[in-house]
């Protein structure tokens, strides 16, 4: 069965500590890996990753993946309460299929 | 990327209706996929909406309690039937096959049952 897992589940911080999300996946196919941040109802699209060892960043949160040890950590540094939201990890195995998600980590940023 | 819109973007109904859920794409996109999460979990996928032919329903999803339609390669519908409190969630369509492979989210209906 295809499987994506993150961890932790939730996770509370304050603002200026750095974070790392985990997501491990086992699937049948790989195409690609997804991160999203889900704050109300729609997740908003953060990084696609295809390659392993390749860093994508956008300002402060970068992530990573490695292809071989089957899993993607998902960074923000200097937190802000703006981070608190549930980021969710999603793999793409076709680029034609619906994604494969894990249960996200609810991240919850305090003053 | 893909503009994705959806209608109506929240609504409480009462228990035994139905509601339809409208999903506009700004592009021809080949998948379009239907979620549902409920409150405090993550994304369950109900049905990919196939254009041209019936919908493909994940376990656990019936035709009868949520009919799809897929008319053109821009547009689908989510009917929620018969509705009960265990229906309340959020409902989001999401595109894929886009040109970048990434798939994006609609905005997402936000219901209540009561």
């Known amino acids: 069965e295809d499987k994506v897992v993150q961890s932790p589940l939730s996770l509370v911080v304050h603002e200026g500590d750095t974070v790392t999300l985990n997501c491990s996946y086992e699937?049948?196919?790989?195409?690609?890996l997804l991160w999203y941040k889900q704050e109300k109802k729609a997740p908003t699209f953060l990084f696609m990753l295809?390659?392993?060892?390749i860093e994508k960043k956008s300002g402060r949160l970068s992530s990573i993946l490695d292809k071989k040890e089957l899993f993607s950590i998902l960074n923000i540094t200097a937190t802000q309460t703006g981070d608190s939201a549930i980021y969710l990890c999603?793999?793409?195995?076709?680029?034609?299929?619906?994604?494969?998600f894990g249960k996200g980590t609810r991240l919850s940023v305090i003053a | 990327s893909a503009v994705i819109s959806q209608k109506p973007s929240r609504d409480i109904c009462q228990r035994g209706t139905s509601l339809t859920i409208q999903c506009q794409v700004d592009?021809?996109?080949?998948?379009m996929f239907w979620y549902r999460q409920q409150p405090g979990q993550s994304l369950t996928l109900i049905a990919t909406?196939?254009?041209?032919?019936?919908?493909?329903?994940e376990s656990g999803f019936v035709i009868d309690k949520f009919p799809i339609s897929r008319p053109n390669l821009t547009f689908s519908t989510l009917t929620v039937s018969n509705m009960s409190p265990e229906d309340s969630s959020i409902y989001l369509c999401?595109?894929?096959?886009?040109?970048?492979?990434?798939?994006?989210f609609g905005p997402g209906t936000r219901l209540t049952v009561t």
């Open positions: 295809t390659s392993s060892g």
């Open positions: 999401s595109v894929g096959g886009t040109p970048s492979y990434e798939q994006y």
């Open positions: 699937v049948t196919n790989f195409r690609s």
């Open positions: 592009s021809q996109v080949t998948m």
């Open positions: 909406a196939n254009q041209g032919s019936e919908a493909t329903y």
């Open positions: 999603a793999v793409d195995m076709t680029g034609n299929t619906p994604l494969v």
